[in-house]
């Protein structure tokens, strides 16, 4: 039961344009949402957040959009740039169970010069 | 200031050998969690726990257990390690309910034959 999905594997962007990568989820208890990034060989690192009173949240060249009712959130990155080529994932939690992160499948990013 | 560290950094077990993989945070943060890394399934995670004495299980809690007493440590147990454990194994820990992301270690990539 797969309860944060991002059903695109892998998505290819010319350096310059948007990178938007989307993510699923099915549990409506969800309140917080988080994007990290991975670089091969290295742990994640957080990227940006959003809590689910709101329904944008932006820092620098990253966005990240909430759709409540469509249950469905997305990351856009502009202008995407080479060394943001990694893999992306998506995490949901619940406020009453705020130690437990769930992970999306993951979205490899391959930004082109 | 360390971070989150995580030993080893690779092992190759036997099936159904043990073994425990260390981490530890310099951060005083409450929050640990175990998660593990394989192609298409993105991070799931194992075991967390939101302060020294206190655990629950994760989504893929089966062959593992853990222990938390103190607040700096959490090592993760594979008491008879099968070849469905073969994996990357991410640590992370956060500050209680304050709401960034978890900062995960380097990861153990643990290969059980």
């Known amino acids: 039961d797969q309860q944060v999905k991002q059903n695109s594997p892998s998505l290819s962007v010319q350096e310059g344009r948007i990178s938007i990568l989307n993510c699923d989820y099915t549990?409506?208890?969800?309140?917080?949402f988080l994007w990290y990034k991975k670089y091969p060989a290295e742990g994640p690192t957080f990227l940006i957040s959003?809590?689910?009173?709101?329904d944008k949240n932006e820092d620098g060249r990253f966005t990240v959009f909430l759709n409540k009712s469509a249950k469905h959130l997305s990351l856009h990155i502009v202008p995407s740039q080479p060394g943001d080529s990694a893999v992306y994932f998506c995490?949901?939690?619940?406020?009453?169970?705020?130690?437990?992160?769930?992970f999306g499948q993951g979205t490899e990013l391959s930004v082109k010069p | 200031n360390a971070g989150v560290t995580q030993t080893p950094k690779f092992q190759v077990l036997k099936t159904g050998q043990s073994m425990t993989l260390q981490c530890a945070q310099d951060?005083?943060?409450?929050?640990m969690s175990w998660y593990r890394q394989d192609p298409g399934m993105g991070l799931r995670l194992i075991h967390y726990?939101?302060?020294?004495?206190?655990?629950d299980q994760g989504e893929v809690p089966n062959g593992y257990n853990v222990s938390r007493s103190t607040t700096e440590d959490f090592p993760l147990r594979l008491l008879s390690a099968a070849p469905s454990q073969t994996s990357v194994y991410f640590c992370?820990?956060?500050?209680?309910?304050?709401?960034?992301?978890?900062?995960f270690g380097s990861g153990t990539r643990l290969t059980i034959v």
């Open positions: 992370a820990s956060k500050r209680g309910q304050i709401n960034y992301g978890y900062t």
């Open positions: 549990n409506s208890m969800f309140d917080y």
């Open positions: 959003i809590s689910s009173i709101k």
């Open positions: 995490a949901a939690r619940r406020d009453n169970q705020g130690g437990k992160l769930i």
């Open positions: 951060m005083n943060h409450e929050y």
């Open positions: 726990s939101v302060g020294a004495g206190i655990t």
